[in-house]
């Protein structure tokens, strides 16, 4: 199976072709929020290079959020477009889930922080054994204060990565707090392809993977939907 992959969620975009859990290509690129214009061109120059084109792809797939609202919307949009065009399967991929997917080579709790600003993360937590990644929590908006408390309940080694890792990583954070290699912390449109693999095989009901229903996981209000609530609580006030 080929697998074209992307992942917006952040600031670090990248594109992927997976083929039967090998990796073929895959392009990174640290431009801020720049998705609109890199991402297409990105997964275009992997096809060219390749020597294939989006006909040759069995199926598609992206993270479909929680992170970056616009980038959430330039990722997903641009998978629909492709799948919708070739009459191919999509597979929408949680970014959180498929940091955790990216960890694979070590072993413990890895638990993912992506910026939500306000000293917030986009974050879960994952068990990594052997390579197999279990999910131990649900996606969720949550404090930075709160990381310590959400992680004491672990007696085991404790992996960060994603874009929070740098605020988020201090030696008193947990006792057993493993440093993450730099490669390791970003986002991965190979990883999102990998779980995409599983989540598409394990699918008794293949027919769901569908353009119509990858839509964008935001998990919380925009910030132009809170700073109106915010002014028309104050003029109500």
């Not at 690129?29 to 040759?56: R, V, Y």
């Not at 629909?80 to 597979?91: D, N, Q, Y």
């Not at 052997?130 to 404090?143: A, F, H, P, S, Y």
């Not at 740098?166 to 999102?192: C, D, I, N, V």
């Amino acid at each position: 199976m080929l697998i074209l992959s992307l992942e917006s969620t952040a600031s670090m975009a990248s594109a992927a072709l997976w083929r039967d859990g090998s990796l073929l290509a895959q392009y990174s690129l640290q431009s801020g929020n720049t998705h609109s214009t890199t991402l297409l061109p990105m997964a275009q120059s992997i096809l060219t290079s390749a020597s294939l084109t989006a006909a040759d792809v069995d199926l598609f797939s992206c993270t479909v959020g929680p992170g970056s609202f616009t980038g959430v919307r330039i990722g997903t949009a641009t998978i629909k477009g492709l799948a919708f065009g070739s009459g191919k399967p999509c597979v929408g991929v949680s970014s959180v889930e498929a940091l955790a997917w990216g960890m694979r080579g070590v072993n413990g709790i890895v638990c993912p922080l992506i910026n939500a600003r306000r000293t917030q993360y986009y974050s879960a937590l994952f068990r990594i054994c052997g390579g197999e990644v279990t999910r131990l929590t649900e996606d969720d908006v949550i404090l930075d204060a709160d990381l310590p408390g959400i992680l004491a309940a672990y007696d085991e080694p404790v992996w960060l990565c994603g874009d929070g890792y740098a605020a988020a990583w201090r030696g008193e954070l947990h006792p057993k707090l493993q440093y993450t290699p730099e490669m390791l912390r970003q986002p991965s449109a190979f990883a999102a392809a990998d779980c995409a693999a599983k989540m598409y095989a394990d699918a008794e009901d293949k027919s769901v993977f569908t353009d119509a229903a990858l839509v964008p996981v935001y998990l919380r209000k925009t910030q132009a939907e809170r700073e109106r609530e915010e002014r028309i609580a104050a003029q109500n006030a």
